[in-house]
């Protein structure tokens, strides 16, 4: 027993006399007095670091703190880079025929299309995708688990020798139909106006199913201008109420460069009292929205103010729906055009109130959020300040939350459920901290807390997790407790569209 506690104290000895050993060792590293070291002092007095390469380089001490040279002070060294190890590592891949071939030969998709979108826009050792890569992928669209890809690739190829090869298979009569659908959509995502001549012979060919119309006005659609706007338009007056109607009037909306073409066709629609498509032609409009040319705003405002402009509709509540039709479109189009409507809606003009503002619901964007605002001054109907409250919401803008957040108090519970369903349309996070206070106050309003609680979750801001946490476990609050879980789950996972429960 004697025996083995002096061993263990010798041992113990040993271990202290070798980390004393070893203390000391870096002690000296630390302060550069091994003669051996690398980091040791040369005949300059200069301390040296060494580069990976085995080189010494100088370093730069920091500034003494205290600004004086005290021998207790540690010195401070900062380590230089070798210049040329602050270059980024790596071959750097440059994107030419040979590199595409390889990869679209691997069916790595997403690195075909983005060296594809490299040589579109110019930064790509080559000027063009070669044509016999547009020819593979083109013979791709035959085959089902390659066409979705080959499609999408071929829809970023804007080179005229493309679109015209495209185009060509989207009008070869023995193609599949499903390859030319596929030809036709690609070029509805290029917009490759090289396509266009064989496109509007399609679409004015005899005998052109349905199914490959509906795919080639799309592509007249992104293609544009005057010429495949004008195909469109003799589409829609050879479709004014068929199965292909819809697709005309969609690809219409869509056209860009359509304004002249689009209010020439209207006003001799309306010269020939053809009220089907005048409609039509308004609906388009609204599709514009915002983007829409002068000509076809000029047309639609006329509509509107002009007592003359629709008197070849005889029919009284025809004229009144057709009004209201070009209302809604004024509301999309929004500036100058949305002024009139708020006048209606404010005066009741021609008693059209009720008309304006449902139209208000379609008006986009902070300058329609502070022109829409300022009726609630005289908005002292319940149903105006519900349908007001409704088309602040649709205008998705910020400008509109201090409104919508004062109205979770109005007398009204129809306006208090609007404000907070249009508070999740908004999507400020600024509205967060107010509904979470009204939460409470609408234990017994089921439809104000499903609101609330549906708004929290889409706007998604973490600051609510805490409180709808608290309520879920809250068997009081068991009525909406789906609705809680619910919200949760969106502001957890991020995702504004999930319909998970946690």
């Known amino acids: 027993m004697q025996n083995t506690r002096g061993a263990t104290r010798l041992l113990l000895v040993i271990v202290l006399v070798a980390a004393t050993a070893m203390l000391g060792a870096a002690v000296l590293l630390l302060g550069g007095g091994l003669p051996d070291s690398p980091e040791a002092p040369d ?69 075909v299309r983005r060296q594809i979108d490299q040589i579109e826009s110019g930064n790509g050792q080559i000027e063009q995708v070669p044509e016999s890569l547009v020819r593979q992928l083109l013979a791709m669209l035959a085959e089902s688990d390659l066409e979705k890809d080959a499609m999408l690739s ?20 023995t193609l599949d139909a499903k ?12 917009g490759n106006a090289a396509g266009l001549t064989q496109v509007q012979a399609l679409v004015r060919q005899e005998g052109t199913s349905d199914d490959l119309l509906r795919h080639a006005l799309p592509a007249l659609a992104a293609i544009g201008g005057d010429e ?135 008006a986009r964007g902070d300058d329609a959020a502070t022109k829409i605002d300022v009726l609630f ?32 108090d109005d007398d009204s519970d129809n306006v208090r459920h609007a404000a907070a369903k249009s508070l999740e349309l908004v999507r400020d996070p600024k509205s967060v901290k107010p509904m979470l206070d009204r939460l409470e106050g609408a234990r017994t309003d089921n439809y104000l807390a499903r609101n609330l609680l549906n708004s929290l979750g889409v706007i998604g801001h973490r600051d609510a997790l805490p409180v709808l946490q608290e309520m879920r476990d809250d068997a009081s609050w068991k009525h909406v407790r789906n609705f809680i879980r619910s919200a949760i789950d969106k502001i957890e996972s991020g995702n504004a569209e999930s319909q998970r429960l946690r």
Not at 46 to 61: H, S, V, Y
Not at 89 to 107: F, P, Y
């Open 43 to 111: 005949s300059s007095g200069d301390r040296r670091r060494l580069t990976p390469e085995g080189d010494f380089q100088p370093t730069r001490p920091r500034p003494d703190p205290d600004g004086e040279d005290d021998a207790n002070d540690e010195e401070d060294f900062v380590y230089v880079v070798p210049e040329h190890l602050r270059d980024a590592s790596g071959a750097i891949l440059h994107v030419n025929a040979e590199t595409l071939q390889d990869v679209l030969d691997k069916r790595i998709w997403e690195e």
């Open 154 to 173: 071929l829809g970023l190829i804007k080179n005229a020798s493309a679109g015209q090869m495209i185009a060509e298979a989207a009008a070869n009569p």
């Open 179 to 190: 390859v030319r659908m596929a030809a036709l959509d690609a070029l509805a995502r290029s």
């Open 228 to 362: 495949a706007v004008r195909t469109l338009t003799e589409m829609l007056l050879a479709h004014p109420d068929d199965r292909l109607t819809s697709s005309a009037v969609t690809a219409l909306g869509k056209a860009s460069g359509a304004g002249p073409v689009l209010a020439q066709t209207m006003r001799e629609a309306r010269d020939r009292g053809d009220t089907e498509v005048t409609k039509k032609l308004v609906t388009v409009a609204l599709i514009h929205g915002a983007n829409a040319a002068k000509e076809l705003r000029l047309e639609i405002l006329n509509m509107i103010q002009d007592p003359n402009a629709l008197q070849f509709i005889e029919s009284d509540d025809e004229r009144l729906r057709m009004r209201g039709s070009a209302l809604a479109a004024a509301s999309a189009m929004g500036g100058d055009l949305l002024d009139p409507v708020i006048r209606m809606a404010a005066n009741d003009e021609d008693g059209l109130r009720g008309v304006a503002l449902h139209c208000l619901r379609h």
């Open 377 to 408: 001054e005289n908005a002292s109907d319940e149903n105006m300040r519900y349908n007001l409250v409704a088309a602040l919401g649709e205008t998705r803008s910020t400008v509109a939350t201090d409104r919508l957040v004062s109205l979770l």
